[in-house]
């Protein structure tokens, strides 16, 4: 797919990230640019073609338009954008009174994806990612590393989709619709590779990352996961065994956070004490 040209000029930029930044059109306010940093060229093509697989599936999210490229060099996709919209974490920051059903909203949006059937030709499997993510781990001893290998391998298969870096800002809403965004890890597996990464982010993230990232305190993002958990699970569930089923899950994105901090992650780490011992 060859890249459009584009005039970085056209666009505002609207926010960051570990990989790129977002724009929105200047004149147009139905288009959005997601632009990688300089010197990512196949990243944002893989993207590309994931976020069209992913829109051709039915899941919500917005529609992706055109592969393109600066007159810096630099690689992105523009995609429709939802005006008037909200994250989930932004809605919860700003009115942490509504945590409570905010954290309904999305538990709802994450169980009609996890029940969403993929053809598993067409996606990776999460176990194939995170041995991937294990090989290139410099940080975890060969012991450590057979010990996690073990655990990913006797998690029970599922055919259904994994956001693959569900924190509550990649869901967003507009009105009464509701849509995931930045779905460039996406893939199929268990469903638990999914919730460690919302627990992470509720209850092992630090205060100050909490309130620059999901612009709340933790406190708050503590009271996100405690009404998550029934909303996700059903009223059956403890907090106490869905923290038991999840936390080794926050342990393995330990692998993601360190690829992208190329620093070792003890505060994370700590959640894979049952998988290590």
Known sequence: MEPIKISLSDYVLSGGGF???SYNHKSDPSVMLKL????????????????????????????????????????GIRFHRIEGKLSYSRA??????????YAAEFAGL???????????SQFENVKDRYYRLLAENPFFTADEKE????????????????HGDLQFSNAIFAGDKKYFIDLGDFCYGNHLF?????YLCCELSKEDYIRE?????????????KAFVPAYFGPGMSQEEAVRQVRPFAGLKTLIVERDSNCPMPEFRAALDAVLS
């Open 110 to 120: 994450c169980r009609q994806l996890h029940s969403t059937r993929v053809d598993t």
């Open 36 to 75: 990688y940093f300089p010197g990512k060229i196949q990243q944002p093509l893989d993207e590309m073609n994931l976020a069209r697989k992913v829109y051709d599936l039915g899941i919500p999210t917005p529609e992706p338009g055109e592969y393109v490229v600066t007159e810096d060099g630099r690689y």
């Open 147 to 162: 010990k996690i290998g073990r655990f990913i391998a006797g998690v029970p298969d599922e055919d259904t989709a994994i």
């Open 213 to 225: 990232a999901f612009h709340m305190e933790k406190s708050t993002a503590r009271a996100f996961w």
């Open 19 to 21: 990989n790129g930044e």
């Open 92 to 101: 919860t920051g700003d009115h942490p009174e509504k945590v409570g059903q």
């Open 194 to 198: 999914d919730l460690g990464m919302v």
